[in-house]
């Protein structure tokens, strides 16, 4: 299986550098597995399509300002490190510009509380850097970071609020779980009203969701970990709902990759914290996610290809064809899809 197979033709005019408002105003395309009927709805049409006593699954986790800039210790050179992954309360795994240039043991000066060091250069480009802080790293990171909006954003964003989920809670991605920005309380509160369960889980997102790939053979592809942890009280919840014949949707790819990686062969989930490197890909057994909610992604990206695991290459391909014949935006402010 061929990395070009996942390729579609994407006009940069179509990648949304804005969200939509309100967040449910956004497009949604329906795709039905059993017919392969396509619909082109609105978002907050959802409602339609959930059914008592489905579980939808939705990821907590809170983008942290992981973007960082300053200067190498005793010259002008401009350095920006992006926060992947916390080690120890001090050490982090990132990625470094410019890479090439910093040394070990380099210092990088980011203001009065903040500096970093480089402490170990790993394989892809990650680094392992050790941060010098006076008072409380997250609330420096706070006044000292920026969000980590994906490169092919240019406008800036306004209001920072706009790149977190109405839910987001648990502070550690380097980036957002976008398949949820489309929720507001108001919808969330009547799927609720309706008999549907919302579940909570937590896949911190880091390097493993986004880094493209870089191999001709998908096969050899390999994802770098990141932290996911379902509770008991979801494990329960998803469990029931599987017994009771309900439906588990998984709100975007990272809730996909926490359930298939703490669910059992036999399609039950355990309560489980730990990371995961799970790649998902055509062949793939599904175990426990019924149906998904997406945006629409890079071609030759590992999430499209988790998409292909779940409904076929060539009709992911010609659905993303045809989300670019009717003008869906795309990425992470774009529009969303539902494959039920």
């Given at each position: 299986m061929n990395t070009k197979d996942f390729y579609y033709d994407l006009p940069e005019e179509l990648i949304a550098q804005h969200p939509a408002e309100p967040r449910d105003s956004s497009r949604l395309m329906v795709y039905h597995r059993d017919t392969k009927n396509v619909e082109h709805r609105i978002f907050r049409d959802i409602t339609e399509y959930l059914r008592p006593g489905d579980a939808l699954v939705i990821n907590e986790?809170?983008?942290?300002?992981?973007?960082?800039?300053?200067?190498?210790?005793?010259?002008?050179?401009?350095?920006?490190?992006?926060?992947?992954?916390?080690?120890?309360?001090?050490?982090?795994?990132?990625?470094?510009?410019?890479?090439?240039?910093?040394?070990?043991?380099?210092?990088?000066?980011?203001?009065?509380?903040?500096?970093?060091?480089?402490?170990?250069?790993?394989?892809?480009?990650?680094?392992?850097?050790?941060?010098?802080?006076?008072?409380?790293f997250e609330t420096i990171l706070d006044e000292y970071g920026n969000m980590p909006l994906p490169p092919y954003i240019y406008e800036k964003l306004e209001d920072k609020t706009r790149y977190q989920t109405v839910y987001a809670k648990e502070q550690g991605s380097a980036a957002a779980p976008t398949a949820g920005l489309h929720f507001t309380p108001e919808l969330l509160e009547k799927i609720r009203a309706m008999g549907v369960k919302i579940v909570p889980i937590l896949l911190h997102v880091g390097l493993g969701t986004f880094r493209p790939v870089k191999v001709e053979d998908v096969e050899k592809h390999t994802m770098h970990s990141e932290y996911y942890s379902v509770s008991p009280e979801a494990a329960k919840a998803i469990n029931e709902t599987r017994t009771n014949g309900g439906r588990v949707i998984a709100v975007g790819t990272?809730?996909?990759?926490?359930?298939?990686?703490?669910?059992?062969?036999?399609?039950?989930?355990?309560?489980?914290?730990?990371?995961?490197?799970?790649?998902?890909?055509?062949?793939?057994?599904?175990?426990?996610?019924?149906?998904?909610?997406?945006?629409?992604?890079?071609?030759?990206?590992?999430?499209?290809?988790?998409?292909?695991?779940?409904?076929?290459?060539?009709?992911?391909?010609?659905?993303?064809?045809?989300?670019?014949?009717?003008?869906?935006?795309?990425?992470?402010?774009?529009?969303?899809?539902?494959?039920?």
């Open positions: 986790t809170k983008v942290i300002p992981a973007r960082l800039f300053g200067k190498k210790v005793g010259t002008d050179r401009e350095v920006e490190f992006l926060l992947l992954n916390k080690l120890t309360q001090d050490t982090w795994q990132i990625l470094m510009r410019p890479g090439k240039k910093l040394k070990i043991g380099d210092r990088v000066y980011f203001g009065e509380k903040l500096t970093g060091e480089v402490l170990e250069k790993q394989a892809d480009g990650v680094t392992i850097a050790k941060f010098y802080f006076d008072g409380i990272t809730s996909v990759r926490t359930l298939e990686s703490a669910s059992r062969d036999d399609g039950m989930l355990e309560a489980k914290s730990g990371d995961t490197s799970i790649f998902i890909y055509p062949g793939y057994r599904f175990k426990c996610v019924d149906c998904l909610i997406t945006n629409f992604h890079l071609p030759e990206s590992t999430l499209i290809m988790l998409v292909s695991a779940l409904i076929g290459r060539e009709e992911t391909l010609g659905l993303y064809k045809k989300a670019v014949e009717e003008k869906y935006r795309v990425f992470s402010f774009g529009d969303a899809m539902l494959v039920v």
